[in-house]
């Protein structure tokens, strides 16, 4: 990465930071000479990611108020400074048509995917950007854009992301830049029930002619969040491999929907995006 950016010093905040998309983006952050603080629930994959990384990092849930509270605290006691949150961490649970949807379930679908991000955002807020400024991108997907199979609670929770997305970035100009990415099907562990049983052919079906891949996404993560676009808030960004337009690329199905119809998600709970 490049210092052009405008990152090197200042300091990221990202759940999920782990493994997966959040795990590249914290990389590509720590590589533009950011500062970086992560969040996930595994206390021993949260200290190697520090660790290797050279930042900080606290394990939690990040549904639990007291930790995105403990975080933002750690985060402005270690560097001074809270210039970026990246809202990642997300649960594609409860999966299966909504009519069996557990409400117990749905209700923590949202609580993480939705009123998490904006809890850490308002501690963020009122920790540092409300006097200083600064950049928050919230990972969305793009399905948040359509339905599909057995995706229901997920889709909404992240659709419902996206407009609080815009929303902040109205509420919080000039001060703060709020922006969003959308990435299509991705090489996570959150998504492997979906692209390990054919991947050739989920990648056969796509424009760009592959999956994604984290880095791809931490990217475009980095790009928003980056002097760059400075004149860039309220937008999703789509990360997708062309999954919108295949209708114009080709005439055969749609083979991540088959694997939705198909297949369940082998570890159930919070992910990393």
């Known amino acids: 990465m490049t210092s052009s950016y405008g990152l090197r010093g200042r300091a990221a905040l990202i759940t999920g930071g782990t493994r997966g998309i959040g795990r590249a983006v914290a990389e590509a952050f720590a590589g533009a000479g950011a500062l970086v603080c992560v969040s996930a629930r595994d206390v021993d994959e949260v200290a190697r990611t520090a660790e290797e990384l050279g930042g900080v ?7 639990d108020p007291e930790h995105l509270r403990e975080l933002t605290e750690l985060a402005l006691r270690t560097f001074g400074r809270i210039d970026v949150v990246v809202n990642n961490a997300a649960t594609n649970q409860p ?7 557990d ?29 200083h400024g600064g950049a928050v991108v919230n990972v969305c997907t793009e399905g948040a854009g359509h339905v599909g199979p057995n995706v229901g609670a997920y889709s909404t929770s992240k659709a419902a992301l996206m407009h609080l997305t815009a929303q902040l970035a109205g509420e919080l100009a000039p001060k703060v830049r709020v922006n969003s990415v959308s990435p299509g099907l991705v090489r996570t562990e959150m998504a492997r029930f979906v692209w ?6 989920v990648a056969a079906g796509l424009p760009l002619g592959r ?18 676009a400075e ?20 005439s055969g199905g749609y083979a991540v929907h088959d694997r939705l119809r198909l297949a369940a998600p082998r570890r159930p709970g919070t992910g990393t995006g």
């Open 103 to 131: 409400p117990d379930a749905w209700r923590t679908a949202f609580t993480v995917n939705v009123e998490a991000p904006l809890r850490l955002v308002q501690c963020a807020w009122r920790a540092w950007m409300r006097e």
């Open 95 to 101: 999966y299966g048509p909504l009519m069996d949807a």
């Open 57 to 63: 990092g606290l394990a939690g849930n990040v549904a």
């Open 196 to 201: 390990e049983p054919g991947e050739a052919e």
């Open 231 to 250: 004149w860039i808030t309220g937008a999703d960004l789509l990360v997708d491999g062309g999954t919108r337009v295949r209708a114009a690329y080709g």
């Open 211 to 228: 999956i994604g891949e984290p880095a791809d996404i931490a990217r475009a993560v980095l790009w928003l969040a980056s002097d760059q």
